[in-house]
């Protein structure tokens, strides 16, 4: 139990510096990441990590090219360093804290999806990142598009 609850207390922390803080808690993400990966994840999980978090900076970042997001102070529609280092972290609590997700019913996927999907609107009113669609189209968009990643974490870690 201690693990876990190391495991997601990291990385909420992680997500609250990011989200408020910005750029400048990136190197403890890379920290935390690299910790993660060589001395916590399974092999099978090492192996996927790369996988989900390419995965979720092209989800990201197309959502951005198409306008579902904006980010304050960017020029190019690439993704701030702060973002990559949630991508960095997130694959961290798969397999571990929100195992969950992936590993119930259906249902848990889409209920971990609308929370997904609902960090993203409440990580808007702190960070700088606008909701050019508003909130709720792009909590609706953001839903859908979770319930795919949450899909491919299922095939990828399935045996993890």
Same mark, same amino acid.
């Given at each position: 139990?201690?693990?876990?609850?190391?495991?997601?207390?990291?990385?909420?922390?992680?997500?609250? @510096?990011?989200?408020?803080?910005? %750029?400048? =808690?990136? #190197?403890?993400?890379? !920290? *935390?990441? &690299?910790?993660?990966?060589?001395?916590?994840?399974?092999?099978?999980?090492?192996?996927?990590?790369?996988?989900?978090?390419?995965?979720?900076?092209?989800?990201?970042?197309?959502?951005?090219?198409? @306008?579902?997001?904006?980010?304050? %102070?960017? =020029?190019? #529609?690439?993704?701030? !360093? *702060?973002? &990559?280092?949630?991508?960095?972290?997130?694959?961290?609590?798969?397999?571990?804290?929100?195992?969950?997700?992936?590993?119930?019913?259906?249902?848990?996927?889409?209920?971990?999806?609308?929370?997904?999907?609902?960090?993203?609107?409440?990580?808007?009113?702190?960070?700088?990142?606008? !909701?050019?669609?508003?909130?709720?189209?792009?909590?609706?968009?953001?839903?859908?598009?979770?319930?795919?990643?949450?899909?491919?974490?299922?095939?990828?870690?399935?045996?993890?």
């Amino acid at each position: 139990m201690w693990p876990l609850i190391v495991n997601l207390t990291v990385f909420q922390t992680l997500w609250f @510096g990011l989200v408020l803080v910005g %750029d400048q =808690v990136f #190197p403890l993400a890379v !920290l *935390w990441a &690299l910790w993660h990966v060589f001395k916590i994840a399974t092999p099978k999980e090492r192996q996927m990590y790369p996988v989900l978090v390419i995965a979720g900076l092209i989800m990201d970042e197309l959502l951005t090219v198409v @306008g579902v997001y904006r980010f304050d %102070d960017f =020029v190019l #529609p690439v993704l701030p !360093l *702060w973002m &990559l280092g949630l991508w960095l972290v997130f694959p961290t609590i798969l397999n571990h804290g929100i195992r969950w997700v992936w590993r119930s019913s259906p249902l848990f996927l889409i209920l971990g999806s609308l929370g997904a999907a609902s960090t993203y609107v409440v990580g808007a009113n702190f960070a700088p990142l606008n !909701l050019p669609l508003g909130a709720a189209v792009t909590f609706a968009i953001v839903s859908v598009i979770w319930i795919g990643y949450f899909s491919l974490t299922r095939a990828l870690l399935k045996t993890a």
